[in-house]
């Protein structure tokens, strides 16, 4: 029997926000243009990124694992008892974030909360998104200006993102002969170093999103070692670094690692992409196809554990982040539920939080 129904007042819309990517190989290009925008990459340099579309004929898995995940949030919360429509937007491709708006318009929301597809604090993770969902209500003009838009905290202490990783990583972990001997690499997509110096709010110390990540792979480790009673140790790795070489971004790359370790032992090596919650071009290329090319040419055995976007337990949480920021909103007193040491972020972000380093622009969701 489903429990009494919550209460998602004042919110009369959801709005499930996302990266986007092509379905198309004419998308392809249009894309990363979109992508990549303000920072002069030739068309050249985005035409070897495109490769990776193609070899999948031009279309990214995610905005299907998107529409997944829509029906999943919306039978979550209709199971709850909460009444709601559920949109979508992207920042980067159909439907973007001004559809999105426009559909809340039209089904006569006042006001939206949103969940991003996005876990941790830093530009591209956090305030990039901010800042599409200000230019989607600006591009549409006056008929929005009675909306407000906010959006749940970022959740990466959240205990639904944790549990449902270490479900993934423990089904995986016991695939293996030995599980005790696997290397465990927890994976992240690379950001300048510069946008990570500066992750975090303006009076802070900086470097939030590794610091995020760092937490997240050590609590795991913990948890596998006590569930499985083993000794298996955990790492920080990279993927999908796209800067110039002169530009510092974070190391270590993921391949570069699986080369190290194989120069010490044959035992396998386990890929956690924790920095993602669904199967993005950069699992499903950086991973299943570059990594693993790169353990087989080397000689370990590997294997990707699966992203956590179908798990109940990871849906499950976002409505309840959901809920926790509609009771945010009508003025209650909410202990954030964190399954992690450290800073619980709000869903307000600080002024000067994460911040653009090329230019300013307005930004949703914020108190600056």
Not at 33 to 58: F, M, N
Not at 277 to 290: A, G, I, K, N, Q
Not at 324 to 345: C, H, I, N, Y
């Amino acid at each position: 029997m489903a429990p009494t129904a919550p209460d998602l007042s004042p919110y009369d819309a959801v709005l499930l926000g996302s990266f986007g990517g092509p379905e198309s190989e004419d998308e392809v290009m249009p894309f990363l243009r979109r992508v990549t925008a303000g920072r002069d990459i030739p068309d050249a340099r985005l035409a070897a990124v495109g490769e990776h579309y193609y070899a999948r004929g031009g279309r990214s898995p995610i905005n299907d694992l998107n529409r997944d995940l829509l029906a999943r949030l919306r039978e979550e919360l209709a199971w709850r008892g909460l009444d709601v429509p559920v949109l979508w937007g992207n920042r980067n491709s159909e439907p973007f974030f001004a559809d999105a708006v426009h559909e809340a318009l039209e089904r006569g929301a006042s006001r939206v909360v949103t969940v991003l597809t996005s876990a941790y604090s830093c530009y591209s993770s956090c305030r990039q998104y901010r800042e599409d969902l200000a230019a989607a209500v600006e591009a549409v003009g006056p008929a929005a200006d009675g909306l407000q838009i906010d959006k749940v905290r970022p959740y990466v202490h959240h205990p639904s993102l944790g549990r449902a990783w270490l479900d993934n990583l423990l089904e995986s972990l016991r695939t293996l002969p030995e599980p005790g001997r696997a290397r465990l690499l927890f994976v992240t997509h690379s950001v300048p170093t510069a946008m990570d110096d500066t992750s975090g709010p303006g009076d802070g110390e900086g470097n939030l999103y590794v610091d995020q990540h760092l937490r997240l792979a050590h609590r795991l480790t913990d948890e596998v070692n006590a569930v499985l009673g083993t000794a298996i140790e955990g790492e920080l790795v990279f993927c999908s670094r796209s800067g110039p070489p002169s530009q510092p971004w974070l190391e270590p790359d993921v391949n570069d690692r699986i080369e190290e370790l194989a120069a010490v032992s044959a035992d396998p090596v386990l890929c956690a992409p924790i920095g993602f919650v669904s199967d993005h071009m950069e699992v499903v290329h950086d991973l299943d196809t570059e990594a693993a090319e790169t353990a087989e040419r080397v000689g370990v055995p590997f294997v990707r554990v699966p992203t956590p976007h179908a798990s109940e337990v990871f849906v499950k949480g976002l409505v309840d982040l959901l809920l926790e920021r509609a009771a945010e909103a009508r003025g209650e007193v909410v202990v954030p539920d964190t399954w992690l040491p450290g800073d619980v972020r709000p869903s307000v972000c600080a002024p000067g939080c994460c911040p653009n380093l090329r230019a300013a622009k307005p930004a949703l969701c914020g108190s600056d």
